[in-house]
Structures are given as structure tokens and as C-alpha cells.
């Protein structure tokens, strides 16, 4: 609940299973329950997901997939946090993700900057900032391109920050695009709508190194379902709650426009 709070929500519905047509619903359904509470932002009234009983009545909608924005009503102009996807093209796989992860790693380091991982639930990582230190989503988003150009100019061979499909075979893309207001990104410990209920799930540095080392493993090892993930929540704690309180703050940087494709 904590990752859920005051963030504009968007319902990913699947209404006839996971193997059925599915939809996405950015504006609150108006025929909601009267307690749910709602939230306007760019001309959308947004459902949010503040309490036990509204999550319970998005999953009533089927809404397996949790989806949510950067920031909160507190300051829609200011994210909490960036995130860095990283998407395997054709023919890489988890493995190849890792590297990149590792990569990434190492260079925010080098500015004193902490990363937070969690698999996607699907095929990829993602990889999390977390800021609470008022930077715009236009510096964000800046650092978040700078970031990943840079990692492809180092390892060119590995890496695209390029959108187009045609760039993106045998690489794993770093798609820094998620950061801008009006998107969300499917938030920590949700279900995915796959044949098998995986679960977008926290790791620590550590397995992510021990699953690198483990060529042919990886996916078997970062890959958890609910009950795996109820236990790692058991023995960790919440892996995830430093994005909601760790304050960074971005390296000084000549801020470029850069056109968003929505």
C-alpha cells in the first residue's frame, strides 16, 4: 500500500482472463464505489488506490496489473523517482539485462547516486532512483537519456537507448521514455497477466550478481510468484522502501529538450 499511495492509478483490465482481450482505463470508471478516491491530473480523473478496500475493488474490475505515475498529487511536476527499463530485443535475454544492470550500477555509483532493482514480472529488470529532492520531470527525464546514451556509447555492442525495433535485436533497449508525467509504469510487488502469476518483484544487488554468474539460471532465479514473494517480504522486509524515503540529489547537467512520444 505504501508504493500505491497518491499515485494517479491506471486500470489494466482483463476481464475475460489473462488470455482474453484486455483494456486500459485511465479515467476512474463512473461507477465506482462512492469511497473511492479520485484524483484530477491533465484532464483525467484518475482512480487512487489509498486503502485495503479500493485495491480489492480494482481487482474486483480484474484489474491484475497495477500501474501507477512517478509522482503523487502531493507535486505532479515533481517524480519521486526514476526508472530505467531495460528490455531485452531478440535474441538476449535476462542475462543479458543483468549486464546492463551492473553497468548502470556502477555508473551512478561514480555519482554517489543508489539504484534499486526488481524484475519486471516479464522478461526484463527495471532499475529505480529514487529522488524526494523536488527535481523537475524535465531534468529527470534529461538524466534518465543522458544515463543511457552514455551506457550505449560504452557498450554499444550490448546496449540501444534507441526506441526503433530495428535497433534493438541482440540488445537489451534502456527505455528512459517512462519518465514524463502523464505515463505509468507497472508498480512494485503487481501481479503480470501471464499465463503463470509472476510478480514485479524487489531483488538486491546481491542476486542480481549471483544470478549474472549463473549463465542458463538467471530466469529460474528471478523469477517469483506470489507465494515466493510473501516469503521474501517475511524474511527481507520491503526492499522497495527506500525509494519512498532515500533523498538524492541529481548531478548538475545542461538541461536539452527532448521531444516525448506519448
Request: aromatic share 8%.
Amino acid at each position: 500500500m505504501p508504493h500505491l499511495k497518491d499515485r494517479p492509478f491506471t486500470l489494466k483490465r482483463y476481464p475475460n482472463g489473462v488470455l482474453g482481450q484486455r483494456f486500459y482505463e485511465k479515467q476512474c470508471p463512473h461507477h465506482r464505489e462512492k469511497w473511492v478516491r479520485t484524483a484530477w491530473f491533465g484532464g483525467t480523473n484518475y482512480c487512487l488506490l489509498n486503502d485495503l478496500p479500493t485495491l480489492i475493488w480494482a481487482a474486483n474490475l480484474a484489474s491484475i496489473e497495477l500501474h501507477t505515475t512517478l509522482a503523487t498529487i502531493v507535486d505532479m511536476n515533481s517524480p519521486n523517482m526514476l526508472v530505467l527499463d531495460l528490455d531485452p530485443g531478440d535474441g538476449v535475454g535476462i542475462d543479458a539485462c543483468l549486464e546492463v544492470a551492473i553497468l548502470a550500477r556502477a555508473s551512478l555509483s561514480r555519482m554517489r547516486l543508489e539504484a534499486l532493482a526488481k524484475t519486471s514480472g516479464q522478461k526484463g529488470l527495471h532499475l529505480y532512483l529514487p529522488l524526494n529532492s523536488g527535481v523537475s520531470f524535465e531534468t529527470g527525464r534529461e538524466f534518465a537519456r543522458k544515463l543511457a546514451e552514455d551506457l550505449e556509447l560504452t557498450r554499444p555492442d550490448l546496449i540501444t537507448s534507441k526506441m526503433p525495433k530495428k535497433y534493438r535485436a541482440g540488445k537489451v533497449y534502456i527505455d528512459w521514455h517512462q519518465n514524463v508525467d502523464f505515463k505509468t509504469t507497472v508498480t512494485v510487488y503487481s501481479l503480470r497477466a501471464n499465463n503463470r502469476p509472476t510478480v514485479s518483484t524487489p531483488v538486491t544487488w546481491a542476486e542480481i550478481e549471483h544470478a549474472h554468474r549463473s549463465p542458463g539460471r538467471a530466469r529460474e532465479l528471478l523469477t517469483f510468484e506470489t507465494p515466493d514473494v510473501i516469503r521474501r517480504i517475511g524474511k527481507y522486509g520491503d526492499l522497495f522502501s527506500p525509494v519512498l524515503t532515500l533523498v538524492q540529489k541529481l548531478p548538475e547537467m545542461t538541461v536539452r529538450k527532448t521531444r516525448v512520444a506519448a
